[in-house]
């Protein structure tokens, strides 16, 4: 039978594209292999082998939490997890008869960079002494967003007498964010990277292709920023917040300020109605730090040189959610006026040991002001009017 010279080239063009498949994808697997140091198909168990390392873990509701009961070293620094997702403060677990000071926030609060024992949540802590219980909420990259919802659902369960909300800088990184939506959207999806965890993945033929196959991964990658690109909807989609200059910007976001006050006014409330007061501390920052008009590496939106400014004004905002003679609430706006010096920080922004200390010394004064005003316990795990301040 003879072969029509037609039909010979439809074999040869498939076999060539067969040839060019197989070779780019064996192209692919060898350039994977020498990037990450293991083959894709391992992938799975090398990112689990990781996340087992790794003191966070995936949360349905701000992506990431603190694991439980841990204890691990990081950078050469010990990280202590309490049964409630915590980190270690040594405040007294069984803190019934306890005033309990609940502190939220983000990687500041949590204590980036030092060892339990130095973080300004344990300061306080030693600070206050046995009379105080003090439960360290604070994780890295919480906004007031995540706040809200700690308040919510998580806080209430430790029936808190006093919450200290430490609040700004990540909620200020939104700046002139593309996309960023009224529910904080892109901030939570950052959030999964900020914390190195893993984030769900959607199931189907075309993801377990993707894990196998390099051409596969490729084009699943492409179609996800392309999507992104068409679909992203947000501030920047009103012409009243167009998307900035990508050096930075050195103008207010209105949107994110709108955003951010309403959050303060809603996590003020959550406080006041679980019978706790509620104390608003301003974001201090190493302003020595931020120089020129480029972006940082937190807020890569504003121009550095004008954060100072920008980060004064948006701090105001916790006044207009508490205003002065209000009952139940204070800010302690003084706090950006004490003599913050660059060795006070690791960083533009996380205090170091000796910066931790510093603040803890002077937040101790208003949480025991505060304290003084709550009876102490009347029979076990008692305060009396513990629900009216």
């Known amino acids: 039978m003879t072969v ?3 039909l010979k080239l439809i074999y040869f063009n498939v076999s060539l ?43 349905p509701f701000t992506a990431g939490r603190l694991k439980s009961n841990l204890s691990v070293q990081q950078s050469g620094k010990l990280l202590r997890t309490t049964e409630s997702h915590t980190r270690w403060t040594g405040a007294n677990t069984n803190n019934d008869a306890s005033i ?42 919480y906004s007031s967003a995540e706040a809200i919802v700690q308040l919510a659902l998580v806080v209430p369960e430790e029936r808190p007498d006093i919450v200290v909300l430490y609040e700004g800088w990540n909620d200020i990184h939104n700046y002139h964010e593309p996309g960023l939506g009224a529910d904080y959207y892109t901030h939570g999806l950052r959030q999964y990277s900020n914390l190195a965890i893993q984030r769900p993945r959607p199931t189907g033929v075309l993801v ?46 209105p949107f994110v300020d709108r955003l951010y006050l309403r959050n303060l006014v809603t996590l003020k409330a959550l406080g ?26 937190w807020t890569p939106h504003v121009q550095n040189d004008a954060m100072p400014r920008l980060l004064d004004r948006f701090n105001l ?10 009952s139940g609430c204070a800010v302690l706006s003084d706090v950006t006026r004490q003599a913050w ?9 996380h205090f170091s040991a000796k910066g931790n200390l510093a603040f803890a010394r002077f937040l101790a004064p208003h949480v025991q002001e505060i304290g003084r005003r709550i009876p102490k316990p009347v029979g076990h795990g008692t305060i009396v009017a513990r629900a009216r301040r």
Not at 19 to 33: P, S, T
Not at 101 to 116: E, K
Not at 341 to 349: L, S
Request: hydrophobic share 35%.
């Open 4 to 6: 029509s010279p037609r």
């Open 17 to 59: 594209f067969c040839a060019l498949l197989v070779g780019l994808e064996l192209a692919g697997q060898a350039a994977y292999f020498l990037l990450k140091g293991y083959p894709l198909h391992d992938r799975d168990r090398h990112l689990i082998a990781r996340l087992d390392e790794n003191p966070f873990e995936v949360h």
């Open 100 to 141: 309990r000071v609940a502190l939220l926030g983000g990687s500041t609060t949590f204590g980036s960079g030092v060892t339990d024992a130095e973080t300004w949540a344990s300061r306080l802590q030693s600070i206050l002494g046995p009379r105080y219980a003090v439960t360290n909420y604070g994780v890295p990259g």
């Open 208 to 253: 377990k292709l993707a894990e196998i196959s390099t051409i596969c991964r490729l084009a699943m990658t492409l179609s996800k920023k392309l999507a992104t690109k068409d679909g992203a909807v947000g501030a920047s989609d009103n012409p009243a917040y167009p998307v900035p200059d990508p050096i930075g910007n050195a103008n207010p976001d």
């Open 272 to 297: 006041r109605q679980q019978g706790a007061f509620v104390l608003f501390v301003p974001q201090v920052l190493d302003y020595s730090r931020f120089k020129g008009t480029s972006g940082s590496w």
């Open 317 to 326: 905002f916790m006044n207009s959610a508490c205003p002065d003679g209000e």
């Open 341 to 349: 010096t660059p060795d006070d920080f690791i960083d533009e922004g």
